[in-house]
């Protein structure tokens, strides 16, 4: 009996435990989303690509199962964005893009590009399938990479030819993930273990960071380990929940820049970094992030991330989820001297808090008006999706994050354009749970169209929409730095409310504080996609604020007359 190399891979697809795919019809796609449709995968299909590896980023934090993708040769181009916001989150998923016969590649062949070549520096691995009988080698090879360590991307060209080859059943060999994926969690060296135990012991102010990469942390442990210890933490990225916000020794967000709590790392003798790169969000561990003589602990599932940036007292590889579990027994039946700031950090969230708070605007709305009016109607189930703005960065700091996988930023890119699409594949992981995308005016318009996306397939995402009309972190820079604005503005008059409305999605437009409650309580009941456009006063965001503080006393910016 012969079958197909579609089937193949529609078959190795489900032993992984697929049956969602965010795509873009085209031509070098076509043989395998015919035979997939067949076998019942739900094709979410998107009106760009980039949009669809965002959701499918969005749908593999979420689940840890990885998100699929699938387009043509030239979506393949589109979808790069995408696929490098993934490999900065380090969010585990699959691109599978198909591509012209193999007969005429290198000769010009029908929108030939270098699929497999393009992919390569932002994801964990690229591969071209040449040879039908390896498609579940490959498609298992794609998957253990995604998810093995630090998570991440992944791509595979698989030619139409091969989509198409009739071969034995008898001669395919396929492994269910259980067969080839290695069981269990790398643990860290035991003596590195006390080590590192014995530094946190004997210093007098120890602070823990929970990166990225602590996504398998279980909360029972990490908890455990502080509660042991006495140690304060900070959280950021795929980690934010892990240990909630509401906890006595958890802090908030990890980033300084916008959370003022967690620049009283400055102050740290010690600092356990748990998954956490040692980047430029920390001042790759020095100043003015860490005093200079900072003694630092390392855990991290990837030997190249540790020493990477500056030496570290203690490094220890192992995944950092077992590692947690390991250094809370160590602690156990140790003594620990009761931390000495953590009044002060109380003090510090408190004064945040009182700061935000009181924010308001000389007429209209501030930022803070929409905040603190949301923050009442959303519960630790539902997901917040920040996104790269001013608008966004007034939320992140003041909203907590209560359970794991529910909290989102762009993370260390930078990227904007991501946060609705992120926020519809954030809808298709959790259906029963509110999504809640918070975007600038300029941020929303990179991939507004996909509301359209929300609509036809019914997935009931609210964007948030502070409408300021400025490109707002660089406007604010330009103005204090420069005193002026160059293409940093943009027209009051657009009604996104209206263009959502087109769309047929829910559309809110808010011009007074006073009519916010109302218009989001009008968009969750709706059911549909809906679009709360609130116009907004521009406004410097914390991380705003920050940025230009530090570009101020950096100097150098001349202003010419």
């Not at 590195?192 to 120890?206: M, S, Y």
Request: hydrophobic share 40%.
């Amino acid at each position: 009996m012969t079958v197909t190399g579609s089937e193949l891979i529609a078959r190795a697809l489900r032993l992984e435990g697929i049956e969602t795919v965010f795509a873009l019809a085209g031509d070098h796609t076509l043989p395998l989303m015919d035979r997939m449709a067949r076998d019942g995968f739900r094709f979410i299909d998107t009106r760009h690509e980039q949009a669809a590896v965002d959701m499918a980023n969005a749908y593999g934090r979420i689940t840890g199962t990885p998100g699929v993708t699938m387009f043509t040769t030239p979506g393949h181009a589109n979808a790069i964005p995408g696929l490098t916001l993934a490999h900065h989150m380090e969010s585990p998923l699959v691109n599978i893009s198909g591509c012209a016969d193999q007969d005429r590649l290198g000769q010009g062949a029908s929108q030939e590009i270098d699929q497999v070549g393009m992919a390569a520096p932002v994801t964990k691995g690229s591969w071209f399938v040449s040879d039908p009988y390896r498609i579940p080698e490959f498609i298992a090879r794609a998957f253990r990479t995604a998810l093995a360590g630090g998570r991440g991307p992944v791509h595979l060209t698989i030619p139409t030819d091969v989509q198409q080859a009739e071969v034995e059943e008898k001669d395919v060999r396929f492994y269910t993930p259980e067969e080839y994926r290695p069981a269990g969690r790398v643990q860290g060296d035991p003596a590195r273990v006390r080590d590192a135990i014995d530094l946190l012991n004997r210093a007098k102010r120890p602070f823990v960071v929970v990166g990225n990469g602590a996504h398998s942390a279980e909360q029972a442990d990490l908890k455990r380990l502080v509660e042991i210890t006495g140690i304060p933490l900070f959280t950021e990225m795929a980690a934010r929940g892990v240990v909630p916000d509401s906890h006595p020794l958890c802090f908030g967000l990890a980033d300084g820049r916008a959370n003022s709590v967690a620049l009283s790392l400055k102050e740290a003798d010690a600092v356990l970094l748990l998954g956490k790169k040692v980047d430029f969000l920390i001042a790759f561990g020095g100043p003015p992030a860490f005093d200079p003589d900072v003694s630092i602990i390392q855990v991290d599932s990837s030997y190249e991330q540790i020493g990477l940036s500056r030496g570290v007292d203690v490094g220890i590889l192992g995944d950092p989820g077992a590692v947690v579990k390991q250094l809370a027994d160590e602690a156990e039946g140790r003594d620990w001297a009761e931390h000495p700031m953590l009044e002060d950090l109380r003090s510090r969230q408190a004064d945040l808090e009182r700061d935000l708070e009181g924010r308001t605007a000389a007429s209209g709305i501030h930022t803070m008006d929409v905040h603190k009016a949301l923050r009442r109607v959303v519960g630790e189930n539902d997901a917040l999706v920040f996104e790269g703005c001013d608008f966004a960065f007034y939320g992140a700091p003041y909203h907590p994050s209560q359970k794991a996988r529910r909290w989102f930023t762009n993370g260390t890119l930078g990227m904007i354009g991501w946060g609705v699409p992120f926020g519809i594949g954030a809808k298709v992981a959790l259906p029963d749970s509110k999504v809640v995308v918070l975007t600038g005016d300029g941020s929303f318009g990179f991939n507004a169209m996909e509301l359209d996306t929300a609509v036809r397939h019914n997935i009931p995402v609210v964007v948030v929409i502070g409408n300021d009309s400025v490109w707002g972190i660089d406007y604010h820079q330009q103005v204090q730095l420069f005193g002026n604005a160059v293409a940093t503005e943009l027209s009051p008059a657009t009604r996104y409310d209206k263009m959502a409305e087109a769309l047929g999605a829910h559309g809110e437009f808010v011009q007074s504080a006073a009519e916010i409650p109302a218009a989001l309580e009008r968009a969750f009941a709706a059911d549909r996609p809906a679009v709360v456009n609130v116009r907004t006063e521009p406004s410097p965001s914390p991380l705003t604020e920050w940025i230009i503080e530090q570009k101020g006393r950096q100097g150098g910016v001349r202003r010419d007359s």
